[in-house]
């Protein structure tokens, strides 16, 4: 859901609603958002997903284990690392950039063998 404050007619202000609805639950969601609003319409459109091939791998930098994701582009694979995860490390902000770098260059590799 994202939510959005704009100016409507006269001037008024108005907020437009975005919900992202899987295709069985439209019917359901549609009486909800006439009911505990005061709309008086509602616009859908279908939307079609194109989703990249991922994957997670365990790399190690040092004793420490790092998650992190590559996606398999058109163009070959990216590697990025669970946030979290080099958060969680303690690191300085220099040293994070470090293990981020070497992390997701170990992470390559593993997936080109």
């Known amino acids: 859901m994202s939510q959005q404050t704009l100016s409507g007619k ?7 609603v975005t919900l992202l609805v899987k295709s069985d639950d439209v019917t359901t969601v ?9 709309t008086l319409g509602i616009r859908r459109e279908e939307i079609a997903r194109s989703i990249l091939r991922r994957e997670e791998v365990t790399v190690y930098v040092g004793e420490q284990p790092y ?5 398999f582009r ?5 590697a990025k690392i669970e946030m979290d995860d080099l958060a969680a ?22 997936v080109a063998q």
């Open 74 to 78: 058109p163009s070959g694979p990216t």
């Open 10 to 16: 006269k001037g008024r202000q108005a907020v437009t």
């Open 67 to 71: 998650r992190v994701k590559v996606a």
């Open 30 to 38: 549609t009486a909800a958002c006439f009911d505990l609003t005061s």
């Open 89 to 110: 490390s303690g690191l300085p902000l220099a040293e994070q950039k470090q293990v981020r770098q070497l992390a997701e260059a170990k992470a390559l590799e593993m």
